[in-house]
């Protein structure tokens, strides 16, 4: 009996937006250059969220293939697949290949989907397991590119960043550990002060130089705090992803001429950007999308995401702890929302994903070529639902 491949699909695009749903839907064999992937595994990034807000510039692209009464888009940028089927053109992937996306809008909360071939990458998952693979395209390339693209850091230099304790912010420090670069790491302060120093002193066992919370940030003082931890020497590179007065007393930390780059704004907090840094310090205010910048450089992309898989496989890298989420035939929408809404929770450890059933994912082979394969869709609306959401912008 063949199996019903599902996505979370949204309706329309609003900023109010219907309620989720879990839909089934069917997909053709694979023709031409049409490639059939079962999803192993889908990340939840926090501007995946901002898409189902419709607080996003790229918004999931909007279809009439998922056999819903109106067009409907599947929310998810970041995953990893298996090829199951090909079409008699496709050139550059096998079955049994793994692959990850190419670009955003793809659609990954989903069980199965059928793309062309040039809208995925082949990796080689030698010595890799999925969940790594899936994670590798947006936080760990972020960091990587906001370490690279900005200022000439060389080993011993000094840079800060908030948001420390995110998956970017911690593959920042491990990448600042491997390069010998010395960084200011910034987070917010926890429930208690037992959390903060067990937070703080696994950030420095990570590679961060030293750890302030946003209060410490604050204090009276504190310059003369940074003045010492750097024994005077040049802090010329900030990441920013906090917004708000955190990003106002990160780029006050700078030296004259440094720059401070700006890729989300986890607040949602305006921020004030003084007039005297620009015109006494000279200070530099830049943003990164990751989006925009994959678009431009789609070579520059396909080597650093090697790079970064590379170093997986080596154990020097680790992508964060993954918080999974396992979809099987017969999951209940209600389990597959959870780790969407507590996407912004501040109590949110690690990174979630969904995992999905081998069983589930099964293609009849031995169907005729006429044969639709039934597949399972989570199609994603609702503003009721995730109401919490934030900017964030590395994607």
Known sequence: MANHPMSLKTHQLKRVWQPLSLHSYSISP?????????????????????????????LPPFTDALSTPTPSAVPGNEGCFEVIATGSAVKTVARGDWVIPRSSGLGTWRTHLQVDEGSIIRIDKEGLGHLQAATVTVNPLSAWRLLKDFVDLKEGDWFVQNGASSSVGQTVIQLAKLWGLKNIAIVRDRVDEGATESLKSWLQQMG?????????CKSRGFSDVIQGVTNGEEL???????????MTKTAKMLSPGGQLVTYGNMSRHATRVSTSSMIFRDIVYRGFWLTRWSEAHPEEKRKTVEQLLELLRENTLQCGISRPTYWGMGVAKETLIQPISRTFSDNRYGKDCFVFEEKSADVDEKKSDHHREQFNVIGMSGNSLLSTGKNDSRR
């Open 208 to 216: 961060a130089t030293a750890v302030f919370t946003h209060s410490e």
């Open 30 to 58: 694979p023709y031409s250059t049409l490639v059939t992937l079962r999803t192993l595994s889908a990340v939840v990034n926090p501007s995946d969220v901002n898409q189902i807000q419709g607080a996003y510039p790229i």
């Open 236 to 246: 010329r590179l900030g990441l920013n992803c906090a917004g708000g007065e955190m």
